[in-house]
Each structure stands twice: as C-alpha cells, then as structure tokens.
C-alpha cells in the first residue's frame, strides 16, 4: 500500500486559519440601492453554499499542494563482495585482422555478464587513449557500446598502449576499494611517445592497480618483455593468447579471484505529487470565478 508524507505538514495550519476566516470574517459589498427603480438589482454577489464549497475545495487543494506530497522507496544495497576493475583494449588497425576485435569484444562482454556486483570501467586505445565509460555499476551501458565500437573508432595507424594505462589508472584517483585491477588487452607495442612507460607504470601502482595484460595474436606482434614488465611491478599477471580457447581461458580465471567487501548503503528515493492537487486546486479557482460571474451578472 503506497504511503503518502508531506515535505511541509506545517502548511495546513493555513487552512485552519482560512476556515476561522470563513467563519468569522464576514465579506463586505458596496452597493447602490434606487428604490424607485425596479428591474435593477443591487450588483453584489451573493454567497450561496456552491461558492462556499468551491472556495473551500480551491483552499484545500493549494494548501495539499504547498505542503507537497511525496512517496518514498527506500533502496538498500546488499552486502556483496567485488571489484573495480578497468577494461583497456586495444582498437587499433591491427586488431582487424582476424576479426580480433569482434572476438575481443564478445569474450569481454561475457565477462561483464559475469560480474554483477563489480564496478567496471572501459578504455579504448588506438592513435589516442580515452575513457568510453568510467567506473560504474550500470552494466548495460557498457555492454551497448561494446556493441557499438569498432576498430579506427580512436584512430588506425598507432597504438597509445602506455597512454591508455596512464588515463585508466586515473579512475581510481578517488577510489576506497580495496580491490582494484586494470585488464589491458593488445596486440602491438607502444608507437605514441605521449606518456613514458615508467610514468604509466608509477600512476598504477600510486593507486594500488593490479594490472593483468593479455597479449593477443603472435609473439611478434607485441613486446612480452614490456607486457610482463607492467604486469610484475603493479602485482598483476602477463598472458599470451594466439587463440580464442586460450583468451577465454584467460578471462575465466580473471573472474575466479577472490572478490573484496562492499559495504552495505541505503538512500531514499523520493517522488513528488504536488502536480496534481495544484492543478486540481487551479481549476476549482477557475470555476469559482466563473459561478462568481454568473451570478453577479444574472448570465
């Protein structure tokens, strides 16, 4: 059963003041009065029980209206268990070939199915780096642009590795988790020169990153010693994947680590009704003046 509240209860007291008016503060009309002449009346309005009823309804619906009615539904967040995690790919020209991309992107869209209560973020890379979505629990959002992105949506000649880790890492500027992983994904090397390695690793590991990259493709096409390099110094972990077996494989046991707390939350959500009583009120405003109308002048 829905229950209504009101933001402002201390608004009704208008109405009781407005009824020891009704009842006490008579209303004064100016008339002239020529009792020679018939046919003409006095021009005042007079006060019958159907103005009385309509004055009073207009009082009562403003002052419902002013004292806003609203409903409100609690929302609690369980106490679960999960992370903050970023997804970096690599959309580069390279990950054409093969319709790596595509295999890429449906792998990674399971994942994203699979973790329910995980913050997640995504970084796309190729000439440039930027952050498509950042941390966010709203999972739909990320897996319709997963839908939507393809390769040269950032670019097709290069391949901004380093500058995607560095912007990726500035998610978590703000972030209390205690869990927080960085899931890089490539197949090429670093060819920008806008951000150093060290600097790109240094930014992970200031916010406590884990990084797990996944080189895909062959050995050639990217630089392992580098791959395993950011992987070491932030606590993650380097894999190779020249196959789609091995990149779900990969993923899997991602998702298999352990998962922190999140602390249980509440907030209220409130929803507002004051729109219905005002216009109700207005309109018995417009109907009193109308029979107000009618029967001063005999229309």
Known sequence: MMQIHFEYPWAFALLAIYLICMKF??????????????????????SGWISDLLKLLTALLLVIAL????????????????????LI??????????????????IVSQFVKQRPHDKIGLTIFAD???VAIPLTYDKKSILRLLKRIDVGVAGMQRTALYEALFLSSKLFAHSKAKEKLAILLTDGVDNTDTIPLQV??????????????????SAGDYNPQVLEMIA??????FYEADSVAKLQAIYKEIDRLE????????????????????????????????????SRYGI
Request: net charge positive; glycine share 12%.
């Open 25 to 46: 503060c008579k209303e004064r009309h100016d008339r002239l009065i020529f009792p020679r002449l018939k046919g003409v009346g006095s021009g005042a309005f007079k």
């Open 232 to 237: 070491q110094e932030t606590g993650g972990k």
């Open 259 to 294: 998962k922190s707390e999140i602390k249980q939350g509440s907030f209220v959500k409130k929803h507002y009704y004051f729109y219905y009583p005002l216009g109700a009120g207005l309109l018995t405003l417009l109907l009193y003046l109308l029979y107000r109308k009618r």
């Open 67 to 86: 004292a806003s009615p609203f409903k409100s539904d609690k929302v609690v967040f369980e106490r679960d268990k999960g992370y903050e995690i970023s």
């Open 128 to 130: 440039f780096a930027y």
């Open 200 to 217: 790109a690793i240094n930014t992970a590991k200031k916010y406590g990153i884990k990084v797990y990259v996944i080189g895909v493709g």
């Open 89 to 106: 790919l690599d959309a580069s020209g390279s990950m054409r070939e093969l319709n790596k991309f595509s295999i890429v992107k449906g």
